[in-house]
């Protein structure tokens, strides 16, 4: 057994551990306690990106095939939300990233789509690494409106039910949600910056449709931030434009991956 998979196993079992944690002081109708949060989602995250460094990083250039840079969005995410949590209650976005992060293992350090390693162009690791970061970024603020969603229903109905009763108020929820998408805007631009200054040619890479759909989804959050600062979008707007724009985007990479990978066999 090489070292990552004793360190992608010991990911998987401390996101686990982590989550059974959080979902027993759900169900005792507790909010959960920072520790809970900070202690096992660190080692996690630490193992989690242990394991990514052995299987991203090979003698032949750069591993960037679908499955690790699932797994590399995964736990950037829930290092996020390690961070943020020291001074944001992000326990609630916890329970979704958490799960998400230890299923993206198995298939890590165990699915092969074909895809060949090789070295980046000067230049690329910083467009693949600002990619990465942003889509993390806007990965939680896709849970956050799920979260904001179902919050705002339960509001709307007059009965707030289960865990619901835990959450902050809508209005932190709201702030929290507005936070996340103005970082993973920056991240965004700058990947994108980055890419039209780095990438020779987005034809023969097989790169033009990926790059319209992300320019698509800048569009709609930065149509959201600009609503959001002008009209004062709020609530369902909001809701609606956040999970739009993380839609087409999700579509523009790991889309684009599964046809290129799996189909196209590039």
Known sequence: ??????????AFV????????????FRGQTVPSRASIL???????????ASLWQVMLTTAGLQLGLFPVASAVAMTGAAVVVVSSLYRPFEW???????FAACTIPAMLWVSTGYTAHPLAHGLGVHVLF???????????ACQAILLWIQDRQLKSGHIRGVMRLFPPI?????????AIWLGEIL?????FSGFLYVDNLFAQHLMHKTVLTLVSW?????LLGGRYLRGWRGRTAIRFTLSGFAVLLVAFFGSQLVLEFILKR
């Open 1 to 10: 057994m090489n070292f990552s998979v004793i360190t992608g196993f010991a």
């Open 14 to 25: 401390l996101y686990l551990a982590a989550c059974l944690i959080l979902y027993r002081q």
């Open 39 to 49: 202690i096992p989602g660190t080692l996690a995250v630490i193992a989690h990106a």
């Open 93 to 99: 976005i916890s329970a979704l990233v958490y799960p």
């Open 131 to 141: 990619s990465i970061v942003a889509y993390a970024v806007l990965a939680l603020a």
């Open 171 to 179: 209005q932190v929820m709201e702030s929290m949600l507005f936070e």
């Open 188 to 192: 965004l631009t700058v990947a994108i």
């Open 219 to 223: 569009v709609v959050f930065a149509t």
